[in-house]
């Protein structure tokens, strides 16, 4: 099929990567818009970067019509105005697909013939874009403002396993864009995810649409406040619990080392030995066996009396012995695992955190060495407000569990997704770990260019234009992209509410009967 | 107010009629018990007998001990469990219920299409009861997901929730292959949960859930059980004071045997050493043997003399399990003991590329398989055609196979 567009503009100028267009009168270049400079035997993809005014009239004389037209309401009209007056558009070139091979692109490695027209993309014009069989869906292609009805997919177990970095101000989508990944993966075979979830906004709660109406059912919802039907109260035993866990936690070094001195001699029981001050081999300092104590009261919620150890929150003696497991192993069958962590300090969030990350770390470590990993979906952690675990200053004290995962994680199918609207506060090598970044609007200089320094792609042009994205608007760049996608994040409830009404459909047919009550006039 | 919680009788377990009747005898015993603490009702949270329809000489037995509850005043608020539950309602529980002896307080009406469960409130002590009964492959979560917990919830006075179903946050370690429910399909702000199913020794209070009790069985219906629990028991509470009643029929020896690269003549010189001078006098003796052998095979040992020597000992029963016990010749042997699903995958895997199909290679038709198989387990829906259900089973597998 030929594809007609609607012509924008004509090549008058420029060198590679700073292509210079003319725009055309009746039309109007955006910033981030692509456009297509066409011959007979190839396409290539142009995307707008910059614009400027620019007119065949002097500057001298420009200043005077508009001092005229201000001062002396002498209106002036031009003779062939929109030949004289018109705006400039700066390109790069991003791809160039072969006619005779639609399906395959290239990067682009020279530069289209001068005086060639620029006409707007068509859907037509984008059948080189595949899918993937495990295919992650992002959103709709975006030419500047404008979207397209062309979904965008990349390798899922791909793109997981090699960290995506979700990044934007606050206010311009992340939330959004997270819970349409999160809709598109739940109950695919490729991946799961564990999602450790400060603000309890993808489960769902009181009636808003969320996780929780997913047609799959596969998603396992973990909670410490007013558990709902069908939830799980988030208990964890206390003997899951090993000093390593502590690791991302301030403790000194003293602490640590008691800490791992009772664990080497009570085992399961050492935070309960710790607590009722049992004795220990090892000599230590009272008041750093009095401060570890209080700090794991209170980190732990724990009371103490009478000899008797009571729990209050999340951590128990009686409940939750198979929580962490449990977890592990609805992980590696494709659920989706949320845990509210709304209600803990940020501490008690990154324990949790830690506990569940490592145990499924050490598991898929497991399975590379006895070579069943490829049997075993892509695991992939969603941490939100990523710096806390992933930061500059946390990472000089020392690594963690996460900053494990990001170095490497991917050799053991277990990557991150990390979001954060702050990606300066975290180390390069990091985020160049990050093989994909999902780029929202950024208005601060300083994060964009953090962001910029480690993108798959040469975004060096593109720093306005990242500047410029609106409320769902993004960029993509990724190892598994040949050119950095702009897209549109499609609203979450339009999406789930699709799904969800097809999925209702289908369940009003189910008869419902309750064998075994005995039923009673009321 | 008193009252005691027992779950899980299971009255005629057992292959051995020998064990069987000491199901029987732990329910007489434990009935005596309440009778003596003079309890004001009693609880039974499921699986009072092992199967739907017992044998008439547990029924007899049953019968005659909650007869003995009837005429000391104390009445029985009972639900069907995984074991005793009948879809049909050809259930025991019913016929005693219809005699009088029990109250099934699974009771209740459809109120918009949510499961409204009835309160019945004890005569003598105004505690309000409700209950849910326990189905097979925890089935009974599909009633939880319909039922209407609020009219449950905002219910004053003293409530008591029966249930028999296991509990995802309080399985223990051991106990993780068991299909399991969410503690939050019960309703909230009960003040007691009389629990069953799982036999467990559990006691739980949390924020929203008071007193969720397992009590464990009556009597051990395993091996494992007998080695872990040794005997069987119930609950008291007493005024908020939760007291478990032990119940002793009979005492458990555990003699577990390291075979490890030991011969048959080995095994049965360690087997000897641990029974000599014991007395087994009325007790349940209990043999582990597990390792592999460095010669012979498993028959080799003797079991029959050391069986004659514990017996000559007084002992009551004795229980072998040899389950991990592997002689070198059987070194073949490629599955080991794993949960079902794993087992299943070994399975699978073992015999993958037997047929070819043509752009189907092993990790495909490895999945194909495992889908066919969730496919085919598929149970029949409750009110479902037996051709609905077979058209909806072929269609699941013509979709796997893209027929």
């Known amino acids: 099929m030929v594809a007609s567009g609607v012509v924008k503009g004509q090549i008058i100028s420029g060198k590679f990567g700073e292509i210079l267009a003319r725009q055309k009168s009746d039309s109007a270049f955006e910033l981030g818009e692509i456009v297509i400079a066409e011959d007979a035997e190839k396409k290539v993809f142009l995307q707008v970067y910059d614009i400027e005014y620019s007119s065949q009239v002097s500057q001298q004389n420009l200043e005077l019509i508009s001092g005229l037209a201000l001062e002396e309401d002498a209106a002036m009209e031009f003779m062939d105005k929109n030949l004289r007056n018109y705006k400039l558009a700066f390109l790069k070139p991003l791809i160039t697909v072969w006619k005779k091979d639609a399906k395959n692109s290239v990067l682009s490695k020279s530069l289209p013939e001068i005086f060639s027209t620029l006409r707007t993309v068509e859907r037509e014009d984008l059948s080189f874009l595949t899918r993937p069989a495990h295919a992650l869906c992002l959103g709709n292609l975006r030419s500047g403002s404008h979207t397209l009805n062309v979904p965008i997919y990349l390798d899922g177990p791909a793109v997981l396993t090699h960290h995506v970095l979700i990044t934007g101000t606050t206010g311009k989508g992340k939330s959004v864009l997270m819970s349409n990944l999160l809709w598109d993966i739940t109950g695919k075979s490729y991946a799961s995810l564990l999602v450790l979830d400060p603000h309890d906004e993808y489960y769902g709660r009181n009636h808003a649409i969320g996780l929780k109406d997913h047609p799959s059912g596969k998603v396992a919802y973990y909670t410490a406040r007013d558990v709902p039907t069908g939830a799980r109260s988030l208990k964890i035993n206390l003997a899951t619990l090993r000093p390593q866990h502590f690791g991302c936690l301030d403790f000194s070094d003293a602490q640590e080392q008691a800490m791992n001195a009772f664990y080497k001699e009570y085992g399961a029981k050492w935070v309960e030995s710790i607590i009722l001050e049992k004795p220990v081999k090892v000599a230590f300092n009272d008041a750093t066996i009095n401060v570890l104590k209080r700090r794991l009261l209170y980190l732990l919620d724990l009371d103490f009396s009478a000899n008797q150890l009571f729990c209050n929150g999340v951590f128990d003696i009686t409940a939750g012995e198979n929580t962490v497991k449990t977890i592990c192993e609805e992980l590696e069958k494709t659920s989706t695992v949320i845990i509210d962590t709304s209600n803990f300090s940020g501490q008690v969030e990154l324990l949790i955190g830690s506990l569940i990350a490592s145990e499924l770390f050490a598991r898929y470590r497991h399975y590379k060495r006895d070579g069943t990993i490829a049997q075993k979906p892509v695991a992939s952690i969603v941490l939100e407000e990523a710096p806390r675990v992933l930061g500059k200053e946390v990472l000089e004290k020392g690594g963690n569990i996460f900053s494990s995962i990001a170095r490497e994680g991917r050799k053991f199918n277990v990557g991150l997704v990390a979001i954060t609207q702050l990606p300066s506060l975290i180390p390069r090598e990091i985020l160049a770990n990050m093989n994909t970044k999902i780029i929202l609007g950024t208005e601060m200089a300083g994060e964009r260019q953090a962001i910029i320094d480690s993108a798959s792609q040469d975004l060096s042009t593109d720093s306005r234009n990242i500047a410029a994205l609106d409320k769902g608007e993004c960029l993509i760049s990724s190892n598994f992209s040949r050119f950095a996608i702009p897209i549109k994040v499609p609203f979450f409830e339009t999406l789930a509410a699709q799904d969800i009404a097809s999925a209702k459909s289908a369940a009003s047919k189910e008869k419902r009967a309750f064998p075994g009550v005995q039923f009673t006039q009321e | ?403």
């Open chain 2, 1 to 403: 107010m008193k009252f005691a919680h027992m779950a899980d009788c299971h009255i005629g377990s057992w292959r051995d009629p020998q064990l069987r009747e000491l199901s029987s005898e732990a329910f007489k015993t434990a009935i005596a018990q309440c009778i003596e603490e003079k309890v004001d009702f009693l609880l039974i949270a499921g699986d009072l007998f092992h199967t739907a329809i017992p044998g008439i000489e547990h029924i007899r037995s049953a019968v005659k001990e909650l007869k003995r509850l009837k005429d000391a005043g104390i009445p029985v608020y009972i639900i069907a469990g995984s074991h005793d539950y009948s879809p049909s309602g050809k259930t025991m529980i019913d016929v005693l219920e219809e005699a009088g002896l029990v109250l099934n307080v699974v009771k209740g009406s459809i109120v918009d299409g949510k499961l409204h469960l009835k309160l019945f409130t004890d005569k003598k002590t105004g505690v309000k009861i409700a209950g849910m009964l326990g189905k097979r492959g925890t089935l009974e979560k599909q009633f939880y997901e319909s039922l209407d917990k609020e009219s449950l919830e905002k219910e004053k006075g003293f409530k008591i929730f029966l249930f028999h179903s296991a509990i995802t946050e309080l399985m223990p370690k051991e106990l993780t292959s068991i299909g399991a429910s969410e503690l939050s399909y019960l309703p909230k702000g009960f003040d007691y949960y009389a629990g069953g199913h799982v036999h467990i020794v559990k006691e739980y209070t949390g924020k929203d859930y008071k007193n969720v009790i397992y009590p464990g069985p009556l009597f051990p219906d395993s091996f494992a059980e007998l080695e872990k629990l040794g005997n069987g028991g119930f609950y008291i509470y007493d005024n908020g004071k939760l007291i478990r009643k032990e119940v002793l029929i009979k005492k458990t020896a555990a003699l577990v045997i390291d075979a490890e690269h030991k011969s048959p003549e080995e095994v049965e010189e360690m087997i000897a050493a641990k029974i000599h001078d014991r007395q087994f006098t009325d007790t349940i003796v209990l043999l582990r043997i597990a390792g592999r052998l460095k010669t012979g095979k498993v028959s080799d040992i003797n079991f029959r003399e050391l069986f004659r020597k514990i017996n000559a000992q007084g002992a009551f029963f004795i229980l072998k399990n040899t389950h991990k016990l592997l002689a070198q010749e059987f070194e073949e042997i490629k599955i080991e003991e794993k949960s079902i699903a794993e087992l299943e995958d070994a399975l699978v895997r073992e015999h993958l590329g037997q047929a070819k199909i043509t752009g189907v290679d092993t990790d495909k038709e490895f999945l194909l398989a495992k889908k066919l198989i969730a496919a085919f387990e598929t149970e029949k829906h409750e009110g479902e055609k037996v051709y609905e259900y077979e058209d909806r089973v072929r269609k699941a597998g013509d979709k796997i196979l893209e027929l």
